[in-house]
């Protein structure tokens, strides 16, 4: 369970304004320094990292995202893009390409995506507040129908080595 103090902070002003261009890249930046073993927002929202293909350059893209992973294996990310009023780019990616990578603790799965309907969202409610307990505020500051993806997996992880992220 997420503490709600910190549930306020990340939807205070300041750091909507800040975090999306300051988490991402920190992020990043330490998971790739430690090998995909180490990912900073993790030790807040189980978080991943999301390989997809970039739907105009074809090149790849890698995004830490917050997710929840359900028994079966599967994980539900939430395109809440930090409540702003455009989707984010790999939400994009996965509806041009559904095949994407999911790296955590330093193992990488192929997945495929598939977007949730409006049906399926609220069936999937209590999963997504597992990912994100804020999505609500998220939702109303958006002002848009937030994307929700149901990723599944197609390999397992290579067990004799950490994935390169």
């Known amino acids: 369970m997420t503490h709600p103090l910190f549930v306020r902070l990340a939807t205070s002003r300041a750091v909507l304004r800040i975090a999306p261009h300051v988490l991402p890249r920190c992020d990043l ?5 430690t090998r995909g073993r180490l990912l900073p927002s993790r ?8 390989g997809t293909t970039g739907h105009r350059s074809g090149n790849p893209r890698a995004t830490p995202l917050a997710t929840h992973r ?8 939430v395109g809440s893009n930090f409540g702003r009023s455009h989707h984010p780019a790999w939400s994009i990616n996965l509806l041009h390409c559904p095949h994407a990578t999911v790296t955590t603790r330093g193992l990488s799965w192929q997945v495929t995506a598939r977007q949730l309907t409006a049906h399926e ?39 004799d080595r950490p994935a390169q992220a």
Request: hydrophobic share 50%; net charge positive; proline share 5%.
């Open 70 to 77: 359900a028994a079966d294996g599967t994980w539900l990310v």
């Open 121 to 159: 969202k609220e069936q999937q409610r209590s999963r997504i507040l597992l990912a994100i307990p804020f999505y609500d505020s998220y939702a109303a500051r958006a002002g848009r129908d937030i994307r929700v993806f149901c990723l599944t997996s197609i390999t397992a992880p290579p067990a």
């Open 29 to 33: 930046f330490i998971h790739r320094l």
């Open 43 to 50: 030790l807040v929202l189980d978080t991943i990292v999301l």
